[in-house]
């Protein structure tokens, strides 16, 4: 991972975000500036196939950057390459589209700060979330946290929010073996943190407004559904069977 040279990194992996990309970025930098501390953002473009990354570069501020890939790889890639290249002692992630509010990310570093957290995590389940939802992903993320809580052990309510802090220390460790690029990256993080003993995992609130398609067809449905219980056997696989992430 890069030198430090920042007190906060946040990551927005980005996909066909032309609409609102300079919004969201512009938003987040307001809130980031009112923190009061020197941070850099950087923009994942995950695949050339609109203006993304040209809406990005008009913006013209040294602490944004951009990293940008021809093809669509998914979000743990874009994630897992803009983590590698932050300069932060506090780095994380926030998905573009601004669906989550971006103010979270102060009571998260509260959080952080105030309980020595190895990550902060936002939770849909925190009691002073505000959530508009779709009923099939609330089944989807139901199911999908039983079976990652009897997989894995940990006890997080939620694991699937696109916004995520973890100490620098956390990062390089953890960042380096993740594999997964689609559907199941946000488990396999947390997996392989917590197996390397990073267990001071804390949630924190967030506000979501989700503004996606409200329905996913049956086929979809079950199309995701296959793929995150595969990218999720393939962790367990690798974590509790072949520890593979535990080799040097």
Avoid: C
Avoid at 47 to 52: A, E, K, N, R
Avoid at 113 to 126: F, M, R, T
Avoid at 207 to 232: A, C, E, P, V
């Amino acid at each position: 991972m890069a030198n430090r040279l920042y007190k906060l990194t946040i990551v927005v992996p980005s996909y066909k975000q032309e609409e609102t990309i300079k919004k969201d970025v512009n938003r987040l930098m307001h809130i980031l500036i009112a923190l009061h501390m020197p941070f850099e953002i950087i923009v994942v473009v995950d695949g050339i196939f609109d203006s993304t990354h040209k809406r990005v570069k008009s913006l013209k501020d040294n602490r944004i950057k951009i990293i940008r890939f021809k093809k669509n790889y998914g979000k743990g890639y874009a994630v897992k390459h803009g983590i590698l290249q932050a300069k932060g002692d506090i780095v994380g992630f926030i998905d573009a589209g601004m669906d989550l509010d971006p103010k979270e990310l102060e009571t998260m570093l509260n959080i952080m700060e105030k309980n020595k957290a190895d990550i902060v995590i936002g939770s849909k389940l925190h009691p002073d979330s505000h959530v508009n939802y779709p009923i099939t992903r609330k089944i989807l993320s139901w199911g999908y946290r039983s079976l990652t809580h009897i997989l894995f052990g940990f006890e997080i309510k939620d694991t699937q929010v696109g916004m995520k802090l973890f100490k620098r220390e956390v990062a390089q460790k953890v960042f380096p073996k993740i594999l997964v690029k689609r559907f199941a990256f946000d488990i396999e993080v947390l997996a392989v943190a917590y197996g390397f003993g990073y267990h001071r995992i804390y949630e924190s609130p967030v506000h979501l407004n989700f503004t996606g398609i409200s329905t996913i067809s049956s086929r979809n449905f079950w199309k995701i559904i296959y793929w995150m219980l595969w990218d999720t056997a393939a962790v367990f696989y690798r974590l509790k069977i072949v520890h593979y992430y535990q080799k040097k």
